[in-house]
């Protein structure tokens, strides 16, 4: 894991804080959080950790779900909305959003390895080798900071679908922006009130800008919006860079799985929101050092377009074509 010694021992002098963790006889308060960190940010088995730390499978197991269990209360107190603005904002980004004083943040969906059952593999079941995913719905800030997550859903989960049963869900926590606000969204999701999509069948990607600028007002409203948008890439990136085991999951349950998942959203926040110097931040700057490769969802209308109100897709629609005139005589 690409942590600095400064913020793991921040971190654990918040867990000893809060009272989140303990040592017990035999172990070390330090020990416990020592061998959560090389299970989930090095990605190591519990053996390595049995023959580098010389205990039990049954004790360092045990260990394991202690810290997990105040990583959850931990993940409580930091992946929370926030409205304070952003404190890293360029100066290409303080003009964006001259155009979008709406937004509030960015949506979208990402995929982490999972290890499932094999009679519960195809509805996990990914593209390319036939892995199975998770599908996670993050929102962040344009300070890389999560205010929300939610994990555990299907791979093969339309990014669409997951939004909207997670949005209506009075369990998950999720909150709708305030009527004059929004998220900007990729065109996987449909552009209705609260939810700022790009134009369809029109460019879009960053990288369909390099070699021909923006012409037309959509493809300038497009370029904008993903310029700003991109900051939920850049922070995917960040955090798989940082925690290997996003990548290639451990065989827990999959319930350990996910919580592991939000996990490491919960430090990512620490660290960013603590200020704390850490190199993996200070890499990603605008040339998308880390932006996530795309999966893509579909760009074409879906179903779930319908189930929005024809009066928030209106709104929406009148709101984006408005932001994409003003900007026709700003090039």
């Not at 942590?3 to 035999?26: E, G, I, K, P, T």
């Not at 049963?165 to 999701?189: H, I, R, W």
């Not at 200020?275 to 932006?291: G, Q, T």
Request: glycine share 6%.
């Amino acid at each position: 894991m690409r942590m600095s010694r400064d913020a793991y021992v921040l971190l654990c002098n918040h867990f000893r804080q809060r009272n989140w963790l303990h040592s017990s006889r035999s172990i070390t308060f330090e020990e416990k959080m020592a061998m959560f960190f090389i299970l989930i940010g090095h990605n190591e088995r519990m053996r390595m950790v049995k023959r580098r730390f010389q205990h039990s499978t049954e004790t360092i197991h045990r260990c394991f779900y202690e810290v997990l269990d105040g990583m959850m209360k931990f993940a409580r107190e930091v992946i929370v909305q926030t409205s304070n603005p952003s404190t890293n904002a360029s100066e290409q980004h303080m003009r964006l959003m001259q155009f979008f004083p709406g937004a509030i943040g960015a949506l979208d969906g990402t995929l982490v390895h999972a290890v499932v059952p094999v009679d519960q593999q195809t509805r996990y079941r990914g593209r390319g080798k036939g892995d199975c995913f998770q599908n996670i719905l993050g929102i962040c800030n344009f300070d890389m900071i999560f205010t929300f997550v939610w994990a555990g859903w299907e791979g093969i989960a339309h990014d669409s679908r997951v939004l909207k049963e997670v949005a209506f869900n009075p369990t998950s926590g999720f909150q709708f922006p305030p009527p004059d606000k929004y998220y900007l969204c990729d065109a996987a999701y449909t552009n209705t009130r609260g939810f700022m999509a790009p134009y369809r069948g029109t460019r879009y990607w960053l990288a369909d800008f390099r070699r021909q600028r923006a012409l037309t007002k959509e493809e300038k409203f497009n370029h904008a919006h993903a310029q700003l948008r991109n900051v939920i890439e850049r922070a995917y990136g960040v955090l798989k860079a940082r925690f290997p085991i996003l990548k290639q999951m451990a065989p827990f349950p999959f319930r350990t799985q996910r919580d592991i998942v939000i996990a490491c959203f919960a430090v990512h926040n620490f660290i960013r929101k603590w200020n704390i110097h850490d190199e993996l931040f200070m890499s990603c700057d605008e040339d998308n050092l880390f932006a996530e490769v795309h999966e893509g969802g579909s760009d074409t209308t879906s179903a779930h377009d319908m189930e929005w109100g024809s009066q928030g897709v209106e709104y929406m629609a009148n709101l984006r074509d408005n932001i994409a005139s003003q900007m026709m005589p700003n090039e």
